[in-house]
Antibody
Framework: QVQLQESGPGLVKPSETLALTCSVS??????????WAWIRQPPGKGLEWIGN???????VYNPSLKSRVTISVDRSKNQFSLKLGSVTAADTAVYYC???????????????WGQGTTVTVSS | QPAVTQESSLSVSPGGTVTLTCGLS?????????ASWYQQTPGQASHRIIY???TRSSGVPARFSGSILGDKAALTITGAQADDEADYHC??????????FGGGTKLTVL
């Protein structure tokens, strides 16, 4: 079965760029029936969809974060990545990578989650 | 993008029935929003319990059901058990590839 694992720094300074990678195991990232997403959860708050990417590189971003977000995919490594620029304390959260069951015909939501990684923005 | 609304907290007695709702700040929720629901216990990642408005994910007990009630998506737990105590998040597909989570409902079983 497919498993996802986030990796990256747990501490980022304000104004710098947060960078995380999600490694996909147990299946190819080049699946026609799936997109790959980043989702975050600030302490004590709800989930926030950051954006998602198809294996072709097509992306969709949360409009409220779009100016600061880049999601990319590396099929050769079976990984996808998140970069979030100009971070502030408000970007402190648990960041999850996820597999989304979605095609142009349907959206079935997240069927596989990574365990999550805590990122703190602080000097 | 529209905001997705959920009750901040609800409670249910063991064996009782509770309905959680998921609405839009502008407009009604329909099947085209492909509502999905996620259960999250403290310190854990979420897992999907309902997708496509009413389809239970594999292994999810039949006491969980999804529907459209009026202008909202709904998650009903019939015969609540103690281990149903968790945070529940709904997710709506709002078009143009964009998806939005609600703020989550904290469900207490007491």
């Amino acid at each position: 079965q497919v498993q996802l694992q986030e990796s990256g720094p747990g501490l980022v300074k304000p104004s710098e760029t947060l960078a995380l990678t999600c490694s996909v195991s147990g299946g190819p990232i080049g699946s026609s029936a799936h997109y790959w997403a980043w989702i975050r959860q600030p302490p004590g708050k709800g989930l926030e969809w950051i954006g998602n990417i198809y294996y072709t590189g097509d992306t969709v971003y949360n409009p409220s974060l779009k100016s600061r977000v880049t999601i990319s995919v590396d099929r050769s490594k079976n990984q996808f990545s998140l970069k979030l620029g100009s971070v502030t304390a408000a970007d402190t959260a648990v960041y999850y990578c996820a597999r989304v069951q979605m095609t142009i015909y349907y959206f079935y939501g997240v069927d596989v989650w990574g365990q999550g990684t805590t990122v703190t923005v602080s000097s | 993008q529209p905001a997705v609304t959920q009750e901040s907290s609800l409670s249910v007695s063991p064996g009782g029935t509770v309905t959680l709702t998921c609405g839009l700040s502008a407009g009604s929720v329909s099947a085209d929003h492909y509502a999905s629901w996620y259960q999250q216990t403290p310190g854990q990642a979420s897992h999907r319990i309902i997708y496509n408005t009413h389809t239970r994910s594999s292994g999810v007990p039949a006491r969980f059901s999804g529907s459209i009630l009026g202008d909202k998506a709904a998650l009903t737990i019939t015969g609540a058990q103690a281990d149903d105590e968790a945070d529940y998040h709904c997710l709506l597909f709002v078009g143009s590839g964009v998806s939005v989570f609600g703020g989550g409902t904290k469900l207490t079983v007491l």
